[in-house]
């Protein structure tokens, strides 16, 4: 009796072992073919999406190059270069987005930072305000600008002068646009940082550097910052490229910056600007290049540990 019993189980695994065989053949068929169809799909949607971006940069580089008649050469990138201006507004550009950079930096990371290890409830807050700029244009945000800081400030009900208008000074009104350039940026910087310390532990590189005896000043510039250094690199070239190709503050606040230099030679030439304009692209893509030379490892490293 035993042993019908136990060929009768036997015989009843082998029937369910082949029904499970007989419904699983045409279920791994139905994956292959459905891993098939996604990876189609997005090769497609990688195409769509490279044929939007490179085509019209092939026609800017085209363009650039066709300012002889029936020649390609490199005439506009010439008569760009030998301007004046375009080095002039190239480096105050450049030199406004490294202290839009920097400043943006001493912001952002230790308000991340302390958020993340002591006020986490104040987080929604903190994402709230820095989306605000997406939502407040950049001309209104230039006028607040110009209308409070173009007028003496004083104290409230006295006749004590704290500051002389920001407007009325080469180093005022640089000090002025860069902080509109901070505001622009916050978004950016901000939820790249965020996003740098949401895959550290925080709390427990915190608690190790101050069972070393580490102060807040010593853990933020040589705990928090080398572990999130590739998402602040990443924040950095976003604000880069905003900074850059600006035209709204400058315009307005009257700094010869890139933005409204490039906008200008628009308005009177025709192949200067697209040159100019495919320069300004490899310049970013190189920098894109340098921050994915210096980070390429770290995601690795913070990996493995």
């Known amino acids: 009796m035993a042993s019908k019993g136990l060929r009768k189980v036997v015989a009843m695994s082998d029937t369910s072992f082949d029904v499970s065989v007989g419904q699983g053949a045409p279920g791994k068929k139905r994956w292959s073919l459905l891993r098939i169809g996604g990876r ?7 195409i769509l999406g490279a044929i939007y971006f490179l085509v019209p940069l092939f026609a800017t ?7 002889e008649r029936d020649v390609l050469g490199f005439k ?16 105050l550009s450049n030199a406004l987005a490294v ?41 209104i945000l230039v006028f ?11 104290i409230p009900f006295t006749d004590i002068e704290l500051f002389q208008p920001l407007t009325t000074t080469k180093f005022g009104t640089y000090a002025l646009i860069t902080a509109g350039y901070m505001v622009l940026a916050m978004p950016y910087m901000y939820r790249s940082v965020d996003t740098g310390m949401r895959v550290v532990d925080i709390r427990t590189l915190t608690e190790a550097a ?13 705990v928090i910052l080398p572990n999130v250094r590739s998402a602040l ?10 900074v850059v190709g600006e035209v709204t503050l400058a315009s307005f606040l009257g700094v010869d910056a890139f933005g409204p230099y490039l906008f200008l030679i628009g308005q009177h030439k025709a192949y200067e600007p697209a040159a100019l304009s495919f320069v300004t692209f490899l310049l970013t893509w190189i920098a894109m290049g340098m921050i994915q030379f210096v980070t ?8 493995a540990h």
């Open 233 to 242: 690199l990443s924040g950095a070239l976003l604000t880069f490229a905003i």
């Open 296 to 303: 390429g490892g770290q995601g690795q490293a913070t990996g």
């Open 40 to 46: 189609f799909w997005s090769w497609v949607w990688f």
């Open 99 to 139: 202290a839009t950079i920097i400043c943006s930096a001493i912001l952002i990371v230790p308000t991340a930072y302390w958020i993340r290890l002591r006020l986490p409830q104040a987080r929604r807050i903190a994402e709230f305000i820095t989306l605000l700029p997406f939502v407040i244009p950049a001309i």
């Open 210 to 222: 101050q069972s070393l005896g580490a102060g807040w000043f010593t853990i933020i510039t040589q």
């Open 76 to 91: 506009a990138y010439e008569r760009a270069f030998e301007d004046p201006s375009f080095l002039e507004t190239f480096l």
């Open 144 to 154: 607040g600008l110009i209308r409070t800081y173009s007028t003496h400030f004083t």
């Open 61 to 67: 580089l085209r363009h650039s190059l066709r300012m």
